[in-house]
């Protein structure tokens, strides 16, 4: 191979008919395939798990918008119901006091 080949495809063309050369170089060249190969798949791996982290915090954001919905109309109608009794006791006091007058 020329010492100056500057990637795999200019030493295969340079390398005579020596079988051995051959076998390291496309060996070179495999591992360096595989190694990409199992990059590629540890990046789609990790996007997916971003992916779905996404979602599920998404999600769970939801379902704390919902349930502080729900708190708050709870809430919301605590206060009316007190104060359909604060009148009603008012209501009543005023009628006994009207009674003993």
């Known amino acids: 191979a020329r010492p100056d080949a500057d990637d795999t495809l200019t030493q295969i063309l340079w390398l005579q008919n020596d079988e051995?050369?051959?076998?390291?170089?496309?060996?070179?060249?495999?591992?360096?395939?595989?190694?990409?190969?199992?990059a590629e798949?540890?990046?789609?791996?990790?996007?997916?798990?971003?992916?779905?982290?996404?979602?599920?915090?998404?999600?769970?954001?939801?379902k704390a918008k919902a349930a502080e919905a729900e708190l708050k109309a709870?809430?919301?109608?605590?206060?009316?119901?007190?104060?359909?009794a604060v009148e009603s006791a008012k209501a009543e006091a005023e009628a006994k006091v009207e009674a003993l007058a």
């Open 74 to 84: 709870a809430l919301e109608e605590a206060e009316a119901v007190k104060a359909m």
């Open 41 to 62: 798949q540890a990046q789609a791996r990790a996007e997916a798990e971003a992916k779905a982290r996404a979602k599920a915090q998404a999600e769970a954001e939801e």
């Open 20 to 38: 051995e050369a051959l076998k390291n170089v496309f060996r070179f060249g495999r591992r360096l395939q595989d190694g990409g190969f199992i």
